[in-house]
């Protein structure tokens, strides 16, 4: 029985019709229009599933950008989405299509897809990190997302690496790994990733530093994570990874040297599988 999944994101909304073995059968993908308000990204969030329910479909899977509570369904205030407070979501979809329906996290979710049919297929603990524009992470224990007591648990991207920073981050605080090593961070110093690295392998010398910074930081931060959860892989998505070895090399030496754990030198850092199709197979693995 095939289930629906649907990303609500600030820039796009994204539904699929997905079978058991993660199959895309019919998707549709629309624009966020975030800035005309709660309403109507809403009517966009009910026309997306609308155009790819079937009368099979048995369950609702979304996922949303945080802040959210994955156990009451409800999206709390996310930057991304203007106007969204205090959201019941999950009741809002059940209600109106007559289906059950899980809200998630969308990094928790994307490491759940990955875990489940992605780069970390057959593996029971998976640290899975969104790096993007943000960087978003999920926490996969025994093969279930950790949500920690109020479904806050997993937020990675707000670990602090500088406390004395100059750098704010999006959540307030200064020094996040998010503000200090996202593409957000990166554009602040004019560079697009795919560039920076296509540069650094070609020798540029300031390309290079950057890369490298980027790399130490992100390598810091990982090792201290590896220390903190043992995993079985750590899985990377989002644009960034799109900068491929030059930056996964990088990470494979710093963060071993960064870490307490003993065998972090044999933790596989991998990237993501799923691609564009993630945040659908995302939310639909939440119910699946
Ligand atoms: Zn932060």
């Not at 329910?53 to 996922?63: D, F, K, M, N, Y």
């Not at 992605?118 to 790096?131: D, E, H, M, P, Q």
């Amino acid at each position: 029985m095939p289930v629906l999944g649907i990303d609500v994101g600030g820039t796009k909304i994204a539904a699929g019709l997905v079978t058991e073995q993660a199959e895309i059968l019919h998707s549709e993908v629309a624009p966020t229009r975030a800035g005309e308000g709660y309403a109507v990204s809403l009517g966009q969030v009910y026309a997306a599933i609308r155009a790819c329910l079937s009368p099979e479909v048995r369950a609702i899977g979304i996922c949303a950008p945080g802040p959210l509570n994955p156990k009451t369904g409800v999206v709390l205030n996310p930057p991304n989405l203007p106007g969204w407070r205090d959201v019941p979501l999950a009741g809002l979809v059940s209600r109106e299509f007559g289906l059950p329906c899980s809200l998630e996290n969308d990094a928790n979710a994307a490491g759940l897809a990955e875990t489940r049919f992605g780069a970390a297929r057959g593996c029971s603990s998976v640290f899975y990190i969104t790096l993007s524009t943000g960087i978003g992470t999920g926490i996969i224990l025994d093969g279930r997302i950790y949500h920690g007591k109020n479904g806050q648990a997993g937020e990675g991207g707000h670990v602090t690496i500088d406390y004395q920073s100059a750098e704010r981050c999006g959540c307030g605080l200064p020094g996040c790994i998010e503000a200090l090593a996202s593409g957000t961070a990166l554009a602040r110093r004019g560079l697009a990733p795919e560039k920076l690295a296509a540069a650094a392998q070609a020798g540029d010398a300031a390309s290079l530093e950057v890369l490298e910074e980027l790399a130490q930081r992100l390598g810091a931060w990982l090792g201290g994570m590896i220390s903190l959860l043992d995993p079985d892989v750590v899985v990377i998505g989002g644009g960034l990874s799109r900068m491929g070895e030059p930056l996964f090399a990088r990470l494979r030496r710093i963060a071993p040297q960064r870490s307490i754990n003993q065998f972090a030198a044999s933790t596989p850092i991998v990237p993501a599988q799923l691609g564009e199709r993630v945040g659908i197979l995302g939310a639909a693995s939440v119910v699946l």
